[in-house]
């Protein structure tokens, strides 16, 4: 089956390249020329583990390619799959759907005659899929059509394995025959479907995005409490975790939920809400407590180091495996600690280039994390990058003896640093 897929950022990338694993072939369309470029002569624009292998590899066979030109990818295409970012507005809270729109109303207009299935792969909020009906209504010449929901549960930094092994194929559609095309499109795909209402999928890829941020506060504030009263977070979470009604994922505690997904979807469900009348205080005491995290995480640090003394941060990426700094914690808590100290080396394995524009000059970047933590007074993790578990021994042989570790993302074996002081989250 021929998939045109409109957007290459970290969704529509690896589906794309997801869809070639499962023996389609793929057509992507962006609108940036040098990214298309980049992509065509098999380098990623975006870090993703395996991305790059399999990039080269559809690329050989044939089965991928990258256009700026829409009316040519859409040639022949039996899906088209829109996966464009749906940024928070302006008014802080909504979603904005400008590219939604905008690339909606090109694929209506340069749609061919045959039978379509267009699916809406971009979070949007309850009702968009029916605007985007109209668009198609007013901007395409014929009525070959079906528009779909077809939310992405996919997390970045294991993008592939999770569109291979996700745990549903959510598919929102009343048309029979949209959904028999749809069906054909996940033969190859073992994940088992449910096929909803478009208003029931576009609510269950917010619901289950707020379900997760809420469960990641909910742990944030359980690991609160041990450090008062003298559990050990980790214990606990595992506890939790082992019934089953409970679900043994997203109870890691640490700096809090970022990305380009929780903190906007959270806001977006909340604005919805209001829309309709109701409201989700879960959610909004989530973002409200995530936020505060940063200050209380800040002022930990100030208590333990001087102003004048040296910090090193390790880790920058909203989470490890991934280049994307977008709404990084880590981030914010780093320009938190820039008001406050001179000297803070900042080093990350794969997020430097996006850190950089983030954080301009208030910090200084190492090339190397031995460079970052050389006569540092504390260093503090904030993202939980294998590679720096796996050479702390030696980066600490780099610092002073009187340096103190701060990890925030609990991910060091105490015993891994006897000889200095060491603070972590909830214990
Ligand atoms: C999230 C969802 O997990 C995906 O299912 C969804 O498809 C995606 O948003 C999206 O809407 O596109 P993602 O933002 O890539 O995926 O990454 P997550 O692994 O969910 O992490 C989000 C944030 O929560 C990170 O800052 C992470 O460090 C934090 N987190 C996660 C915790 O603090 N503790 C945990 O136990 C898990």
């Not at 990258?66 to 302006?90: E, R, W």
């Not at 028999?180 to 190859?188: E, F, G, H, I, V």
């Not at 524009?357 to 970047?365: F, M, N, P």
């Not at 990890?407 to 060091?412: A, F, R």
Request: hydrophobic residues 40%; proline residues 3%; aromatic residues 8%.
């Amino acid at each position: 089956m021929k998939v045109c897929i409109i957007g290459t950022g970290y969704v529509g990338l690896p589906t794309g390249l997801g869809f070639c694993i499962l023996g389609h072939k793929v057509v992507c369309v962006d609108k940036d020329a040098s990214k298309v470029a980049m992509l065509n002569y098999g380098n990623s624009t975006l870090y993703e583990p395996y991305l790059k292998e399999i990039l080269t590899k559809s690329l050989k066979e044939q089965s991928i390619s990258f256009t700026t030109n829409i009316k040519d990818a859409l040639k022949d295409a039996q899906v088209v799959i829109l996966a464009v970012g749906t940024p928070t507005s302006k008014d802080g809270v909504s979603a904005d759907l400008t590219y939604i729109k905008q690339a909606a109303q090109e694929v209506a207009a340069n749609l061919p005659k045959t039978y379509t299935v267009v699916c809406i792969k971009s979070t949007v909020p309850v009702g968009t899929n029916d605007f985007i009906e109209n668009i198609f209504k007013q901007y395409c010449l014929h009525s070959n059509w079906d528009i779909c929901s077809l939310p992405e549960f996919l997390k970045e930094g294991n993008a592939i394995m999770d569109f291979l092994l996700a745990d549903r194929i959510v598919i929102g559609t009343d048309s029979p025959r949209a959904k028999a095309k749809l069906t054909k499109l996940y033969a190859n795909h073992k994940s088992p479907q449910l096929v909803v209402s478009r208003r029931s999928a576009e609510l269950i890829k917010y619901a289950s995005n707020a379900f997760l941020a809420i469960k990641i506060n909910y742990i944030n504030e359980i690991a609160n409490l041990c450090e008062k009263c003298g559990a050990k977070i980790d214990e606990v979470a595992k506890g939790m975790g082992m019934d089953k009604r409970i679900g043994n994922q997203f109870l890691k505690a640490g700096i809090g939920f970022g990305g380009s997904c929780f903190p906007k979807d959270t806001k977006a469900l909340t604005y919805t809400a209001r829309e309709y009348r109701t409201n989700v205080p879960l959610v909004d005491v989530a973002i409200l407590e995530n936020d505060s995290r940063i200050g209380q995480l800040v002022k930990r640090i100030t208590h333990l180091v001087k102003p004048t003394q040296k910090l090193a941060l390790l880790g920058l990426t909203f989470k490890a495996n991934t280049d994307d700094c977008r709404e990084s914690q880590a981030i914010k808590i780093a320009k938190e600690l820039s008001k406050k100290y001179k000297h803070i080396s900042v080093y990350d394995p794969k997020g430097m280039d996006n850190a950089k524009k983030l954080l301009k000059d208030k910090v200084e970047y190492a090339k190397l994390s031995i460079d970052a933590v050389k006569g540092a007074d504390a260093i503090i993790i904030l993202t939980g990058w294998n590679c720096f578990k796996v050479n702390f021994k030696k980066l600490l042989k780099n610092t002073k003896k009187s340096c103190i570790i701060i990890d925030y993302v609990n991910l060091l074996n105490p015993k891994q640093v006897t000889n200095h002081k060491y603070y972590c989250i909830g214990k």
